[in-house]
């Protein structure tokens, strides 16, 4: 049985981010992961992603290892305004205008926050953090409603912001406090661009590769001699430390011994999302070859042009009905997808909930750049 100082479980952005710094630090550790990049799910060259897909000016971190790809142009996206998709730009939403103010000030005010929170968290605690901003602790204890009538949004969150909420978490806006809110709309306000991850897992991995295990771990466990005892499906290992840098079901479902009050499940969700590649002709009404943001309500959230003739669709079943959106259409690729994140509440997880334990990626704060940064904080903790 072999001995590391550190384990760390899941080859996403956080885990990778977190193998990184260890290395970096000259830290013995070991990475074991089912697969690399996680959820940074793409087939190669063609920049037809599955998982994250776009990404905002504000990842500053991660530009580095993920390129820009076509920038989403706001006269591009369309909306449904109860009779035909839209533009938010159309002179007919001119009476949105005042609301739409609102909503930047609001947002403005917001990435304030949430930058200096980023600037802070490699070396700070996220939910320390969050529960010390009185915006950002305000933001994450007000359900959206609340927040959407304080504001006077009503009208403005029903036509265009809550399908674009309802595409990015998978749930309506009822169900998301303030924080998730606010975070997501971010696009509205930053330029936001196509993530392409044609060169992304070179880039994370590179001088790792003798460190990284592809295998699954099916048992955590305290070991009775002191750290952890971590059992893959090719071998079994001991650890000082272990980081899980996986969601929070797959942490649970590794079973024996984890003792779930260590992380806290409090207010998280498990939402399952298919995102399907559809190649067809879409029907004219739904606008093809532009971004449309379906009713939250609807078989699909969003339809997202790849290439001609081909769309990439979020929706909440596997099997959805697609005849509405499309002439004819045949699905030619399917991924579902558990995503875990906290919904409402401030319970966020503390990343080190126990001595020698780290739990980081997206559990408080949903996104690539912010998952990143959580492997910066474990690493940056465990190295000291
Ligand atoms: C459909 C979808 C769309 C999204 N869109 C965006 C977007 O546009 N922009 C954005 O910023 N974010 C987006 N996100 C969120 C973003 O993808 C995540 O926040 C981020 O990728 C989380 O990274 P992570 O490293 O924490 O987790 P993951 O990427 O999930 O990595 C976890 C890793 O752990 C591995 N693993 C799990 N269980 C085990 C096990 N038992 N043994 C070994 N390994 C295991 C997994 O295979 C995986 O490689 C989206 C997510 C989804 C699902």
Redesign the pocket.
Known sequence: MRTYDTVI???????LACARQLRAAGHDFFL?????????FANGAAMHNF?????TSDYRHIGRFIDRGRRVRWRDVFFHDGVRFLTIWHPSNLRHRRALLRLYARLIEFRGHLNRLRALSPRVCQAELLRDDPLLGRATREPAAEFVARNGLADLNATFVAPMVNSTVFTTFEQVNTFYYLAVLMPILLPTYLADFSRTIPRLTAGLCDRIGVE??VALETSPRGGFAVTTTLRDLRARNVVV???AH?LRD?GTGLDPSWIGTDGVREIP?V?LHVRGRRRDEYRPEKLVFLRPDEAATVLIPLEPGLDML?APTPEPDLAPYFEHHEVAARVR?K?AIQLSGACWRRLAPRPGLYTI??YNI????D?YLTGLFAANRIVG
């Open positions: 479980v899941g080859g996403g952005i956080a885990g074991v992961t089912d697969r690399l990049g996680g959820r940074m998982g994250a897909t776009y990404v699954r771990v840098a996986t969601p797959n590794f999302i995102t979020f997808w995503t990626g997206d949903c996104g690539l750049e998952s």
